[in-house]
């Protein structure tokens, strides 16, 4: 009887170990230390990096040590609740590893997990899927801007060749960052995120760098008209700050880099919110900034007693063009920065999945404004083919307000007001 009764106890012991081992919370990794290193497991004594154990088609990290509002916690029957999003997770459908920091021991646990199913949660896929085409056809819009102001010879002017600088950047981001938003962080090759992530970082800065320039032009024509400076050595001088500007920003980002990685870590962007608000957000703040600045020193000198009611309007016209080419590219990334604040953890928000697809169509909005809603190019594109589209012949009775008649004084039927303003 009394053997029975061990044999009772023994098989109930083993039980209630079972049941209590099923409720420790799934490691990553198989390996001793359970870590992970560049988004796999740490290598094994064979020297391979075998990948995560957790199965499911897209994956994203909860780190509360870096961020706030990665909090977590396990329950006791094993399930993981993220307080950001109020929501508790099966043991299935996350894991925990280690992660260590690049510049020093310390080992922090993280937490990766599942997004919901798609027949319950469909909007991360649908978003991705509709950004990225979106930004692609962005590019195409782009693109044709480009070949518009190809086609059209009167479109020489130092304004007109910045913008197309300008154009030809932002078309060039929009083409890296549709790649970026089709591949999901954990689903794509670390070599090929950092291949992707620096030229886009470069083309970010660049566009931003060059719609300086715009403003800085039409600032020119309107206070500094009697600076004596060759149009040329002017030219020269948007393309050397540019460049410059954007080639020292991706060598710091490239140093620091390689000092601590930063981009590619844990997904095809920056590792840290600290390293994306000095490195992004900061810079291209202060080049808006600067637009802002001489945005308005520009409008209060418009009423310059000096010009007559033709050269007032026309710089206007102008002033407006290209003040509504400023302000897509900072309204975009107001939004931009506001989506990133509040949209960490807000996948499903239709709010911020309209405005990010609103961003999205950047380019397009841009064309709009270059081309469409532009008198003096519709004009000059009446007739005309365009990629086997004929432009409405009645495009050529539209007046052109960008441009002055002088064709009393012997200067053409239409020269530019900064030609009439030397």
Same mark, same amino acid.
């Given at each position: ?20 081992a ?7 990794c198989?390996n001793?230390k359970?870590?992970?290193?560049? $988004?796999?497991?740490? #290598? ?6 075998? +990948? ?5 088609e ?5 780190? +509360? ?6 909090y ?6 094993? *399930?993981l ?8 997770? @099966? ?13 020093? %021991? ?8 599942? &997004? ?14 509709? #950004?990225?085409?979106?930004? &692609? ?8 801007? /480009?070949?518009?102001?190809?086609r ?9 060749k910045?913008?197309?600088?300008t154009?030809?950047?932002l ?13 999901? +962080?954990?689903?794509? $090759? ?16 660049s566009?931003?760098?060059?719609l ?11 206070? @500094? ?6 149009e040329? *050595? ?14 020292? @920003? ?10 601590? %990685? =930063?981009?590619?870590v ?10 994306q ?5 900061? %810079?291209?703040?202060?080049?808006? =900034? ?8 520009s ?26 080419l400023f ?29 990010? =697809? ?12 270059l081309?469409l809603? *532009?008198?003096?190019? *519709?004009?000059? /594109?009446? $007739? ?36 009439? /303003?030397?």
């Amino acid at each position: 009887m009394n053997f029975f009764y061990f044999l009772f106890i023994l098989f109930g012991t083993s039980l209630t170990t079972s049941a209590i081992a099923k409720l420790e919370p799934q490691k990553c990794c198989r390996n001793e230390k359970n870590l992970i290193e560049k $988004n796999r497991c740490a #290598k094994n004594d064979a020297g391979k990096s075998p +990948p995560i154990i957790l199965k499911c088609e897209e994956k994203y990290i909860l780190n +509360p040590t870096e961020m706030n509002e990665d909090y977590y916690n396990v329950t006791e029957d094993a *399930r993981l609740y993220i307080a950001d999003m109020d929501s508790y997770l @099966m043991s299935s459908e996350y894991c925990l590893v280690n992660m260590q920091e690049e510049d020093g %021991p310390d080992i922090y646990e993280i937490a990766i997990v599942c &997004f919901p199913p798609y027949e319950n949660f469909d909007i991360p896929k649908i978003s991705h899927e509709i #950004k990225g085409i979106l930004i &692609f056809t962005s590019a195409i819009f782009l693109f044709l801007t /480009l070949y518009i102001y190809y086609r059209l010879p009167e479109l020489r002017e130092t304004q007109d060749k910045v913008t197309i600088f300008t154009v030809f950047c932002l078309m060039t981001f929009m083409i890296f960052l549709g790649c970026l938003q089709i591949y999901v +962080p954990f689903n794509t $090759n670390f070599d090929f995120c950092l291949f992707l992530s620096f030229p886009t970082y470069f083309f970010t800065i660049s566009y931003f760098a060059w719609l300086n320039c715009v403003i800085a032009n039409v600032w020119k024509i309107i206070i @500094m008209r009697k600076w004596k400076i060759k149009e040329s *050595r002017w030219y020269i001088l948007n393309h050397v700050y540019a460049w410059t500007f954007a080639i020292t @920003m991706t060598t710091i980002v490239a140093y620091k880099h390689v000092l601590k %990685p =930063s981009l590619g870590v844990t997904s095809c962007w920056f590792h840290q919110n600290h390293d994306q608000w000095i490195l992004v957000y900061l %810079p291209i703040s202060i080049m808006l =900034s600067i637009n802002v600045v001489l945005s308005v020193w520009s409008s209060i000198h418009l009423n310059n007693p000096n010009y007559t009611l033709d050269t007032i309007r026309v710089l206007r016209k102008k002033c407006i063009l290209y003040l509504k080419l400023f302000l897509l590219g900072g309204f975009t990334w107001i939004f931009e920065v506001l989506s990133y604040t509040f949209n960490d953890h807000s996948p499903s928000a239709w709010v911020w999945i309209i405005i990010d =697809s609103l961003n999205c169509l950047h380019g397009v909005l841009v064309f709009c404004v270059l081309i469409l809603w *532009r008198q003096r190019i *519709r004009k000059e /594109l009446a $007739n005309q083919k365009i990629l086997g589209f004929t432009c409405p012949s009645h495009w050529a009775d539209i007046n052109n307000d960008e441009q002055i008649c002088l064709e009393n004084e012997g200067k053409g039927k239409y020269d530019l007001v900064v030609k009439a /303003l030397k």
